[in-house]
């Protein structure tokens, strides 16, 4: 049996710390079969030199293996207890918990980084740093605290105590065992809030490391003689945070202090559904940092996506008056650094962490005494929608926490993907970045934030927000009016006639709303009642004008259609006036040149006045202007334009149609079909048909619009990207399905 479990715990070790470096696998393989063999000595023997060898073979690994005991220890230790589940041991148990104890003691302080002695036989005292850690970790009693102070904010039962051993002040909130027990609404919430301090406690230490106080267990007197309603409790207990005070009372200050890593705790708040982030539950470390208390009512407000989150958030914020206190100057919610908080937390906390403390949590629990019958988690479902939910059994309370947390950070990551974007805008105002972002979003009928920068001529990247959309593949995520709905049976909590607490099964309907994806531009024209922006009504000109297709391979141009046609008709309205100027030059060129043979000089010029109106109405740029003129193929052009017109023996045409004709290749080819349409509808069909037979056998090798972005990169505006995505799109087959960004340009300029 043992070599049967040897051979299992190895194998689960090799495929947690395999490499995709094959060459170290060899080693890995090796380390696994020590570290199992390490393991089960220990469980069959405890003492100095089993434990030692087990710690040793940790460290080995640790030395050989980046990240192993950020990332990787913690789903070990879980692996060995669903593979050895004989170990029982409490001792044992801390032994093997000694790796990741001592890891998460040098994560909280730089004092302890790096500090590891091993224990080298049972019974003997642990460094400092590990020992405090230890006592802070395990379940205590209360006879170790002493009553300093009855417990003066919020309305839960407990009191302020002195650790006897050690001086230090916690707070130790009181709750039942048993449901049973409660004879008052608060009792019964304070049993709810201890399992979430418990729980939440341990997590928010994973993302916040010493800026959130340690949160553990505290058992009732064993005394036997004392009376029965102190044998019927148990307490969580909270480490007093040194140096610190509330930030209710820091912000009432007339200088108030610059104050960091309010973001931080903001955004643990969000990752763990934290419902109660006020200026109570937030302090003031050191007169500069923002640290997070109370955990009592974690995992209570979990939001679906990103707008949900915004409301909620800035509800609070409101509330809290977070939001006065941004406009005043006293407090930054910089949206920069809440996209790197949420980002590094992210990435702290994993799946195995959450079933680990959660298991931990509610196994001590359960050890002393607690029944997690009608324990209510709280009324906001992961799901977005109010709901109740009353557990039978700790097994239902373990799996109600694991799934709901596990999909709330499934849904943070993709809500931090859209903070992400926010802090990418290019050109926000100072205090939109520092806090009133969130306010403003909130507030605006556009809270998608590619959609919000678009519709308030926001960059992003340096990029109009729908050209940076249309790049990177991004589409909207919005509600249906589809909502499933599933009708089951639940036990809840009330007071029955006699004043007494009762479960009662009652029916309860759970929705979860459907979604769908959308193309930005399409989502913003579907808001009839909002007016389109400068940024919006520039992409949406140029697309329609190039005929450019979405991420959804739906034309811009037909989008448009579902709304109504006054966005087409204006802009094909503007295509005209562009071309009756245009149109205008071309008269006078030929006139002034009707009876010369043309330069290539006067010629240049008259191209350099048609792309002089192209600027004045802001659809090209100076530096789109230079790129065009020194690109070698612009010169060809000239010349060709200029033979071309000059060539009167052969083609009984026009010196102005061929102008007309040779102004609206130029402008197709640079992006502006409307342009180059009306201005070919100028020629007589029949004249028209002769020109381009003639033309079919001209070529230019070089390609204007590949030039462009070869020298622009898309990184000045929308100019470059468009037109390098029309030149593809113009060049593909129609019935080719190819992604345009994907093709090799093949065209040729005539």
């Not at 130790?172 to 919430?189: H, N, P």
């Not at 200088?255 to 955004?267: G, H, R, S, T, Y």
């Not at 679906?304 to 800035?314: G, I, P, Y």
Request: proline letters at 3%; a neutral charge.
């Amino acid at each position: 049996m043992a070599e049967n479990e040897t051979e299992q715990l190895s194998s689960k070790f090799f495929n947690i710390l395999k490499d995709t470096d094959l060459t170290k696998n060899a080693n890995i393989q090796a380390s696994s079969d020590n570290l199992a063999n390490s393991i089960i000595n220990i469980n069959k023997e405890l003492n100095s030199e089993t434990a030692t060898a087990y710690l040793n073979e940790i460290e080995k690994i640790n030395k050989e293996i980046p990240d192993f005991k950020e990332k990787k220890l913690a789903q070990m230790l879980t692996v060995i207890k669903d593979t050895l589940p004989s170990i029982q041991n409490p001792d044992v148990k801390e032994i093997l918990d000694i790796p990741l104890i001592e890891y998460l003691a040098e994560k909280q302080s730089k004092e302890y980084n790096q500090e590891k002695e091993n224990f080298e036989k049972r019974g003997k005292v642990a460094p400092k740093a590990v020992s405090d850690l230890i006592r802070d970790r395990r379940v205590a009693n209360v006879q170790e605290f002493k009553k300093e102070a009855d417990k003066s904010e919020g309305v839960s039962g407990g009191y302020i105590a002195d650790e006897q051993a050690t001086h230090n002040t916690f707070m130790l909130k009181r709750f039942y065992k048993k449901g049973a027990e409660v004879e008052t609404t608060q009792q019964w919430m304070d049993r709810n809030d201890a399992v979430r301090e418990l729980i939440g406690g341990n997590m928010y230490e994973q993302l916040l490391y010493n800026r959130a106080p340690k949160e553990e267990l505290v058992t009732g007197y064993a005394n036997s003689k004392l009376p029965d309603f102190v044998s019927k409790i148990l307490y969580v207990r909270s480490k007093f945070l040194e140096n610190s005070e509330h930030l209710g009372e820091i912000l009432k200050e007339t200088n108030v202090p610059k104050l960091a890593d309010f973001e931080k705790a903001i955004a643990a708040s969000h990752i763990l559904g934290e419902s109660d982030y006020h200026t109570q539950n937030l302090m003031v470390q050191n007169n500069n940092t923002v640290v997070k208390i109370d955990h009592g009512r974690s995992f209570m407000n979990f939001n679906k996506d990103f707008t949900s989150m915004l409301q909620d958030a800035n509800e609070k914020f409101e509330r809290f008056g977070y939001n006065e206190n941004i406009e005043k100057g006293q407090l930054t919610f910089n949206v920069k650094e809440y996209s790197k908080s949420l980002n590094q937390m992210l990435n702290q906390l994993d799946n195995n962490q959450i079933d680990n403390i959660i298991d931990q949590k509610v196994d001590e629990l359960v050890k002393n005494g607690f029944d997690a019958k009608g324990i209510c988690p709280g009324k906001l479902d992961i799901k977005g929608l109010d709901t109740s939910v009353i557990f039978n059994n700790e097994q239902e309370l373990r799996k109600y926490y694991k799934d709901n947390i596990k999909e709330n950070l499934s849904n943070m990551k993709e809500i931090a993907k859209k903070v992400d974007i926010v802090a990418k805008y290019s050109n926000p105002s100072p205090d939109f970045e520092n806090g009133k972002w969130l306010k403003d979003m909130a507030n605006s009928p556009m809270q998608d934030p590619v959609a919000y920068a678009a519709h308030n001529d926001i960059q992003i990247e340096g990029k109009n927000a729908l050209q940076w959309a249309h790049e990177n593949n991004y589409k909207i995520e919005i509600p249906t009016s589809e909502v499933k709905t599933e009708k089951v049976t639940e036990n809840q909590w009330s007071k029955n006639a006699n004043g007494k607490w009762e479960e009662t099964p009652i029916e309860v309907e759970k929705k979860q709303k459907e979604y769908r994806s959308i193309d930005p531009l399409k989502y913003i024209l579907s808001r009839n009642q909002v007016a389109i922006s400068k940024s919006e009504k520039e992409f949406l000109n140029q697309a329609i004008n190039l005929g450019i297709k979405n991420n959804f391979d739906e034309s811009y141009k037909e989008n448009t259609r579902f709304k109504d046609n006054s966005i087409v008709k204006n802009l094909n309205k503007e295509d005209k006036t562009i071309t009756n100027e245009i149109e205008k030059l071309a008269q006078k060129f030929v006139k002034n040149n009707s009876k010369n043979t043309i330069t290539t000089e006067a010629m240049e010029k008259l191209y350099d006045d048609t792309l002089q109106i192209m600027k004045d109405k802001k659809l090209l740029t100076d530096q789109d202007i230079a790129t065009i003129k020194n690109d070698k193929s612009f010169k060809e052009r000239i010349k060709n334009t200029t033979e071309f017109i000059n060539n009167e023996n052969k083609f009984d045409i026009s010196r102005t149609d061929k102008v007309y004709y040779k102004l609206a290749r130029f402008y197709k080819k640079i992006g502006f079909k409307g342009i180059a349409n009306d201005l070919k509808a100028k020629i007589d069909p029949e004249t028209l048909n002769k020109i381009n037979k003639f033309e079919n056998v001209q070529n230019i090798t070089s390609d204007i619009r590949e030039v462009l972005m070869n020298n622009r990169s898309g990184k000045e505006g929308i100019q470059t990207a468009r037109l390098n995505k029309m030149n593809i799109k113009l060049d593909i087959q129609p019935k080719l399905n190819t992604k345009p960004k994907n093709r090799k340009q093949e065209s040729t300029q005539r």
